[in-house]
C-alpha cells in the first residue's frame, strides 16, 4: 500500500541552526501538507502545496519557514533558524485531490534544545 | 473562524463496552468530515470520512460515525472496544471548496481512549 514517508523519524537540533524535514508524498498525489504538534496540543495546519507553490499557509508559517519540491518525489519543510518553540512533532501529508482525505507520514520529532 | 470542539480530553472503557467520541464543528458551510486514530509514536490513519449521502458512515477497526447537521455533530461510535483501540482520536474537517482549490485540515484537539482490561 502507497505511503507517505518522512525522515528523520527523530531530529535534536541546537536553538538558531537550520533543520530541514524531508517526505515523499505518495507518488501520484498532487497535493501536499505540513502540520505539526506541539507535545499535549492538537495537530495545527502549517502549510499546503500545489503546482509548485504554497497554497495556503498558516500564522504559524512565518518568514523562518519554507517549502520546496526540489525534485518530482521529494517535498522538505526548511526552518531557518531553530526556536525552542519549534519543538514539536511535524506530519507531511498528501492528497489525491482537493477537499478530500489526507494520508499521513509517522511524522518528525524536533526537538530543540 | 472555522473550528472543532471534541469536549473530552481523555475518556476510559472497559474492553468490550461501547464507545462514543463526540465531534462538534462550527462552519456556516457544509464541511467534510473525519476521523482520524494515532497510536503512540505513529501517524494519524484515517477511520472514516463523510462527504455526502447517507448519514451514517462505516470505517475501518469496526469503527462508525454518524453526520448530523442539526446538531453540526460528527460523533465516532464502536459497540464493543477492543484493548488495541487505546489511542488518541482526532476529528478533523475540510470546509467544502467549489472553487477548486485545496481545502486543509483542521483538527480538533484529540480524545484520549484508554482501554481497561
Known amino acids: 500500500e502507497p505511503e507517505v514517508t518522512q525522515t528523520p523519524s527523530h531530529q535534536v537540533t541546537q536553538m538558531g541552526q537550520e533543520v530541514i524535514l524531508r517526505c515523499v508524498p505518495i507518488?501520484?498525489?498532487?497535493?501536499f501538507y505540513w502540520y505539526r504538534q506541539i507535545l499535549g496540543q492538537k495537530v495545527e495546519f502549517l502549510v499546503s502545496?500545489?503546482?509548485?507553490?504554497?497554497?495556503?499557509k498558516s500564522e504559524i508559517f512565518d518568514d523562518q519557514f519554507s517549502v520546496e519540491r526540489p525534485d518530482g518525489s521529494n517535498f522538505t519543510l526548511k526552518i531557518r533558524s531553530t526556536k525552542l518553540e519549534d519543538s514539536a512533532m511535524y506530519f507531511c501529508?498528501?492528497?489525491?485531490?482537493?477537499?478530500?482525505?489526507?494520508?499521513f507520514g509517522q511524522g518528525t520529532r524536533l526537538t530543540v534544545v | 473562524a472555522q473550528s472543532v470542539t471534541q469536549p473530552d480530553i481523555h475518556i476510559t472503557v472497559s474492553e468490550g463496552a461501547s464507545l462514543e467520541l463526540r465531534c462538534n464543528y462550527s462552519?456556516?458551510?457544509?464541511?467534510?468530515l473525519f476521523w482520524y486514530v494515532q497510536s503512540p509514536g505513529q501517524g494519524l490513519q484515517l477511520l472514516l470520512k463523510?462527504?455526502?449521502?447517507?448519514?451514517l458512515v462505516q470505517g475501518i477497526k469496526g469503527f462508525e460515525a454518524e453526520f448530523k447537521r442539526s446538531q453540526s455533530s460528527f460523533n465516532l461510535r464502536k459497540p464493543s472496544v477492543h484493548w488495541s483501540d487505546a489511542a488518541e482520536y482526532f476529528c478533523?474537517?475540510?470546509?467544502?471548496?467549489?472553487?477548486?482549490?485545496?481545502?486543509?485540515?483542521?483538527f480538533g484537539k484529540g480524545t484520549k481512549l484508554s482501554v481497561k482490561p
Open positions: 462552519y456556516g458551510a457544509t464541511p467534510y
Open positions: 463523510y462527504f455526502s449521502g447517507d448519514t
Open positions: 501529508a498528501s492528497s489525491g485531490a482537493p477537499n478530500t482525505e489526507a494520508f
Open positions: 507518488s501520484n498525489h498532487l497535493y
Open positions: 478533523a474537517v475540510v470546509l467544502m471548496n467549489y472553487g477548486g482549490s485545496q481545502g486543509n485540515l483542521i
Open positions: 502545496f500545489y503546482n509548485n507553490e504554497i497554497s495556503e
